[in-house]
């Protein structure tokens, strides 16, 4: 009933700029805590950023003042702002939400992850 999905990865300049998007669709009651994660090339998912409903933000500090989280909940859509990108930061990112939806007037709630969109961040 639910599908997440980001985009707006690809290749990027060091010192560049980068927004990711994770959308989320179907019979979506409301969206709450939502992160990022990475995954680069031979290594370990890791936190990036997390954004709860209430608005509290955080982030790693390998992004602290680089990346920003956001959200547009008229659109559903989660967002990762990402400046003065490194080649470090070069990692398939991750959008992974709790959402609740409804199925039939039945108010369920479940984690959801998206497929992933690779960013690359050429020196």
């Known amino acids: 009933q639910v599908h997440v999905a980001e985009s707006g990865g690809g290749l990027v300049q060091a010192g560049g700029s980068l927004r990711l998007s994770c959308a989320a669709s179907?019979?979506?009651?409301?969206?709450?805590?939502v992160e990022w994660y990475r995954q680069a090339p031979g290594g370990q998912r890791e936190l990036v950023a997390t954004?709860?409903?209430?608005?509290?933000?955080y982030a790693a500090d390998s992004v602290k003042g680089r990346f920003t989280i956001s959200r547009d909940n008229t659109k559903n859509t989660v967002y990762l702002q990402m400046n003065r990108v490194k080649p470090e930061d070069t990692a398939v990112y991750y959008c992974?939400?709790?959402?609740?939806?409804?199925?039939?007037?039945?108010?369920?709630?479940?984690?959801?992850w998206g497929d992933g969109t690779l960013v690359t961040v050429s020196s």
């Open positions: 954004l709860t409903s209430s608005g509290t933000t």
């Open positions: 992974h939400a709790e959402i609740d939806y409804s199925v039939d007037g039945v108010r369920y709630g479940m984690d959801y």
């Open positions: 179907g019979s979506i009651v409301s969206i709450n805590t």
